[in-house]
Nanobody
Framework: VQLQASGGGLVQAGESLRLSCATS????????RAWYRQAPGKQRELVAS???????TYADSVKGRFTISRDNAKNTFHLQMNRLKPEDTAVYYC????????????WGQGTQVTVSS
């Protein structure tokens, strides 16, 4: 499975961005699609995930502002980020987890999101 993230940029607080992640290879084998982020000096954290059945989870810090979605026909998934805050500034990584005999994670290259105050 290969992943290609896009859509990052520089915005002001309160504005919106939409991140996209295109998957290729064995996309149909993906069990969970997710977005993580890593701010300078901090550990990578889970932002949002969506299962193959459509169940979603969100970090408390983004609930009500971010929405994860997927487009199976286009082998892409998205992260709609609204009402962005300076603390959302980070490199965002898309992730795909395939569970077969064990779990294996695949990562995109990361896209920078910078929110100015």
């Amino acid at each position: 499975v290969q992943l290609q993230a896009s859509g990052g940029g520089l915005v002001q607080a309160g504005e919106s961005l939409r991140l996209s992640c295109a998957t290729s290879g064995s996309s149909s084998s993906i069990n969970v699609r997710a977005w993580y982020r890593q701010a300078p000096g901090k550990q990578r954290e889970l932002v949002a995930s969506i299962s193959s059945g459509g169940s979603t989870t969100y970090a408390d810090s983004v609930k009500g502002r971010f929405t994860i979605s997927r487009d199976n026909a286009k082998n892409t998934f998205h992260l709609q980020m609204n009402r962005l805050k300076p603390e959302d500034t980070a490199v965002y990584y898309c992730n795909a987890r395939v569970v077969f005999t064990g779990a294996r994670d695949y990562w995109g290259q990361g896209t920078q999101v910078t929110v100015s105050s």
